[in-house]
């Protein structure tokens, strides 16, 4: 069965600061992994998604790096500003899709990025 | 103009109560899904319907029933309504299993 986790649960940055936060999987039978972002109260905003067959994804300030052999992605956030504070998510889909089997989540990692 | 759209945003109602959630989406998906985020903010699946048929039933009590009159809305109706139901429900959709998920903003449920 497939767990996501996501460490640390929390992370706390000065603004301009390059923000790493980690992603690892254990079952490495995935089809595509997806990066959301969650703010207070609010819905989910899918950011980035990953095909296996790819190594990384690019939009603007943000990258996300996959490697499937290790079961890690990493999302990269350069020069974060106060407006990227908000729990970020990861998800794995799995290739088999028998039933009960769709995104599983990670615990999220919560950042506070300081003025 | 609102690509997944849930109501009401707030429900707040006494154990026992029936009570429903209703979802749409405009994007023209052919997969819907509903999700549960508890007080620990671990988000599960619960169920996917795939062209208005169901493809995933996580193991949850038979209290919930979802029904999709059409591939635009997914409704999650629960009966006899617990404490522990209380919690976060988001509805999603994607064009099919295998693509990119987009997710309402979650349907915040108190049972007192």
């Known amino acids: 069965k497939q767990e996501v986790t996501q460490i640390p649960a929390a992370l706390s940055v000065p603004e301009g600061e390059n923000l790493v936060l980690n992603c690892s999987f254990t079952d490495s039978a995935i089809y595509n992994l997806q990066w959301f972002r969650q703010d207070p109260g609010k819905g989910l905003t899918s950011l980035l998604l990953i095909q296996s067959s790819q190594r990384e994804q690019t939009s603007g300030r943000l990258n996300a790096s996959l490697d499937k052999s290790s079961g890690r992605s990493t999302l990269y956030i350069a020069a974060s500003q106060p407006g990227d504070s908000a729990t970020y998510l990861c998800?794995?889909?799995?290739?088999?899709?028998?039933?009960?089997?769709?995104?599983?989540f990670g615990g999220g990692t919560r950042v506070l990025v300081k003025p | 103009d609102t690509a997944v759209s849930q109501t009401p945003k707030y429900l707040v109602t006494q154990m026992g109560n029936d009570k429903s959630i209703k979802c749409e989406q405009n994007?023209?998906?052919?997969?819907m899904y509903w999700y549960k985020q508890d007080s620990k903010k671990f988000l599960k699946i619960m169920f996917s319907y795939n062209n208005k048929e169901l493809i995933i039933n996580e193991t949850v009590p038979n209290r919930f029933s979802p029904k999709s009159p059409d591939k635009a809305h997914l409704n999650l109706h629960i009966n006899s309504l617990e404490l522990g139901d209380s919690a976060v429900y988001f509805c999603?959709?994607?064009?099919?299993?295998?693509?990119?998920?987009?997710f309402g903003p979650g349907t915040r449920l108190t049972v007192l």
């Open positions: 999603a959709s994607s064009q099919n299993l295998a693509t990119e998920e987009y």
């Open positions: 998800a794995a889909t799995p290739t088999i899709k028998a039933a009960g089997n769709k995104l599983t």
């Open positions: 994007l023209g998906h052919d997969t």
